[in-house]
């Protein structure tokens, strides 16, 4: 699996972004995919994931100012990022979780699960938001 990010760059505060990441190598029904981002010296975080069902995930932080979506057969995954803020300055990270698949005969259902940890990381895009 390989994830290459693109769409970096520097704006000023109040601008938008949109980050791409184009996926090659894997079956898109096999992972979820998600957005993380790494400040300097702070630990990496998540920022945006489409779960198992389909659903779309945020931290706090960025709800109602970024969008994760994933087009062209699922191979780019994106990341709109609008209304930037100075903290939002960050390297950010496409990642790809497994998918795991399992079939209950008691209640005769199939359930989705990521894992928890990103299996395959990209090698990162830099984002500088200034004031």
């Known amino acids: 699996v390989q994830l290459l990010e693109s769409g970096g760059g520097s704006v000023q505060s109040g601008g938008s972004l949109r980050l791409s990441c184009a996926a090659s190598?894997?079956?898109?029904?096999?992972?979820?995919m998600a957005w993380f981002r790494q400040a300097p010296g702070k630990e990496r975080e998540g920022v945006a994931s489409?779960?198992?069902?389909?659903?779309?995930s945020y931290t706090d932080s960025v709800k109602g100012r970024f969008t994760i979506s994933q087009y062209n057969a699922k191979t780019t995954l994106y990341l709109q990022m609008n209304s930037l803020e100075p903290e939002d300055t960050a390297m950010y990270y496409c990642?790809?979780?497994?998918?795991?698949?399992?079939?209950?005969?008691?209640?005769?259902?199939?359930?989705?699960?990521?894992?928890?940890?990103?299996?395959?990381w990209g090698q990162g895009t830099q984002v500088t938001v200034s004031s």
């Open positions: 489409i779960n198992a069902d389909g659903s779309t």
């Open positions: 990642a790809a979780r497994k998918k795991t698949v399992t079939y209950s005969y008691l209640t005769r259902a199939y359930t989705s699960k990521c894992s928890s940890v990103p299996d395959y």
């Open positions: 190598g894997y079956t898109y029904s096999s992972y979820c």
